[in-house]
């Protein structure tokens, strides 16, 4: 008769762990892009995607889109000492490396003040400009490119 | 005393004259041997970045670059870059380094903030150096004559075929910065 009090406590403890346990391992029913997993599981991160190399300029999708990188840019620094896209994209040197021209609204401070320069806002190519990868679209989608910026 | 030891100077040695020889050789070899050896340690990365100027400042930049971390594991370390192979050009250079010594004693790059303020001048020393051996240490790997266009870039072969390959420019012309940080490109040319 001693042992009944021991037996409920064992047994309380085996169901409360179990509980828990069980709670612990629950996604929740929640599945995202990069597939369903449990809170107390660290998924392998997904291998790099490969830059493309060297390719001709890419079609812009929609008006105002800032064109995209279709080169390597690994090891371009931009920063306030130097500015490696410049060196190639700026007015002064396009012309000789048949490089893209900024546009000039990159010499435009946010007031509409055109800069004898590029504007300090617009000086982090990066910031707008994305060198592209062998990377598909995340999510399907149905956007359909503008046919008037050279869009099939 | 003194005049037996004269006597003795003045006297020509009954020791056979193979033996003196061979001493004389053994000697020479030491120490060219040595002399070498020491500056072949000179000429390691090891050595570089046993000083934390260039521990700290040069060498941590240059990890991040292709020529530290890249796909085919061939590293340029510190001397093919900055020592040529050539062995009176290497002393002439080792020479000019050891300038580097009373820097490192004097601590005028000692702290991140001098190293900085120095970047200029030392980039620009060596800009100068690379321009005037016609970039001799990138084109101990880099051979223009073995170089592939149909296997470079668009932008490489334009380049290449153009200013390199009349001469007019040489590779540091172009690739400045590659392995390290830059100093501030205000007045460089075409920067």
Known sequence: MKLLPLFFTVVTFVITTHVIAQEKVNPGGLETIRGASTIDETRPAESLKRVIKDKNPIARNYVHQPPVVPHQTRGYRVDTNSNKCLNCHSWKYAAETGATKISLTHFETRDGKTLSDVSPRRYFCSQCHVTQADAAPLVENTFKPVESLGNE | ?191
């Open chain 2, 1 to 191: 005393m003194l005049k037996s030891l004269w006597t003795f100077l003045k006297s020509p040695s009954s020791a056979a004259l193979w033996f003196i020889l061979a001493i004389g050789f053994a000697g020479g070899v030491i120490f060219w041997g040595g002399f070498n050896t020491a500056l072949e340690v000179t000429n390691t990365e090891e050595f570089c970045i046993s000083c934390h100027e260039m521990q700290d400042n040069v060498y941590e930049e240059y990890r991040e670059t292709i020529h530290y971390a890249n796909r085919s594991g061939v590293r340029a370390t510190c001397p093919d870059c900055h020592v040529p192979k050539k062995w009176t050009d290497k002393i002439v250079r080792k020479i000019a380094a050891s300038k580097e010594v009373w820097g490192m004693l004097t601590g005028i790059i000692d702290t991140r903030e001098g190293f900085v303020d120095h970047r200029r001048s030392m980039a620009e020393r060596e800009w100068k150096r690379m321009k005037e051996n016609d970039s001799l240490e990138c084109r101990n790997c880099h051979n223009f004559e073995y170089m592939d266009f149909s296997e470079q870039g668009n932008r490489s072969v334009k380049m290449h075929s153009d200013a390199l390959a009349s001469g007019e420019k040489t590779c540091i012309d172009c690739h400045k910065g590659i392995a390290h940080e830059l100093p501030d490109m205000k007045g460089v040319e075409h920067w």
